[in-house]
């Protein structure tokens, strides 16, 4: 079982940041593309944002120019950095990893996000 540890969620106002990570084996980090999904109260999972091994990114159409997804080889760690948050934003954000080509296969466990207006 591949384990991902998330952290950085938390309160902030609307137009604030905050900083998502999510830690991986070195093993699991070197072959597998990984993102994040957020789930919002009565809402479905939708995928945020995602980072394949060679740095290639992709984006919500909801989230473009206010995250960014960034791999840090050296710490094994994605990160996903909010700026501009809005009420919107608020969800559950789930980390997760896949290998090429394939679904998701193992997810964090999950840090929730609010922001007040």
């Known amino acids: 079982q591949v384990q991902l540890v998330e952290s950085g969620g938390g309160l902030v106002q609307a137009g604030g940041s905050l900083r998502l990570s999510c830690a991986a084996s070195a093993s699991v980090f070197s072959i597998n593309a990984m993102g994040w999904y957020r789930q919002a109260t009565g809402k479905q999972r939708e995928l945020v944002a995602a980072i394949t091994v060679a740095g290639t990114t992709n984006y919500a159409d909801s989230v473009k120019g206010r995250f960014t997804i960034s791999r840090d080889r050296a710490k094994n760690t994605v990160y996903l950095q909010m700026n501009s948050l809005k009420p919107e934003d608020t969800a559950i954000y789930y980390c997760?990893?896949?290998?090429?080509?394939?679904?998701?296969?193992?997810w964090g466990q999950g840090t929730q996000v609010t922001v007040s207006a």
């Open positions: 997760y990893s896949n290998l090429p080509g394939l679904p998701p296969s193992s």
